[in-house]
């Protein structure tokens, strides 16, 4: 008699947990958690003229399946060069480097004289393997655009680091 009861609170409890929830929300949605955007907002280093620094990029580890955008933080370097060079491409390989299997690229084409900033590009289609490395190489066939980097040296060997002040 009391694991029948058990039972009945139980179906009772989760009927009225149901309900609640399609009650305050109208449905009953699960929703796959996302990993956090990764930042490195600081740009102390030297700017690198992309051409000259190719293959230049940026390596991580994906925590999700789904990507957004890969941003990069350029500058109008050399505009009498190309004036007419309004475009960059980020190759994105699997591993680390540009031998590892190409998974997708993205082109901005919404560059303007003068321009130094943050671009966004859009990698929304490609689905990435959790836990695997990438490879983010930003590619442009002109001496116009510049890369803002940041460089971290170490004060001394285990120290923290020093940004802007040597080879990472």
Not at 67 to 81: E, H, K, L, Q
């Amino acid at each position: 008699m009391e694991n029948l009861n058990q039972a009945r609170a139980i179906q009772l409890f989760a009927w009225t947990a149901s309900t609640a929830l399609v009650l305050t929300s109208g449905s009953l949605v699960a929703e796959k958690a996302r990993a956090a955007s990764i930042i490195q907002p600081e740009t102390d280093g030297p700017t690198r003229q992309i051409l000259f620094s190719s293959p230049t990029g940026q390596t991580f580890t994906a925590e999700d399946s789904a990507i957004r955008s890969i941003g990069f933080d350029v500058r109008d370097f050399n505009p009498t060069f190309a004036p007419n060079d309004f475009d960059l491409t980020v190759s994105l390989f699997r591993g680390v480097g540009v031998t590892g299997q190409l998974v997708g690229s993205s082109v901005f084409t919404d560059l303007t004289t003068g321009f130094s900033g943050f671009v966004d590009f859009d990698f929304s289609t490609v689905t990435l393997e959790v836990g695997e490395i990438y490879t983010a190489i930003l590619e442009d066939d002109t001496v116009r655009w510049a890369l803002k980097s940041n460089q971290h040296s170490f004060a001394v060997p285990g120290g923290s680091p020093i940004p802007g002040a040597g080879p990472d």
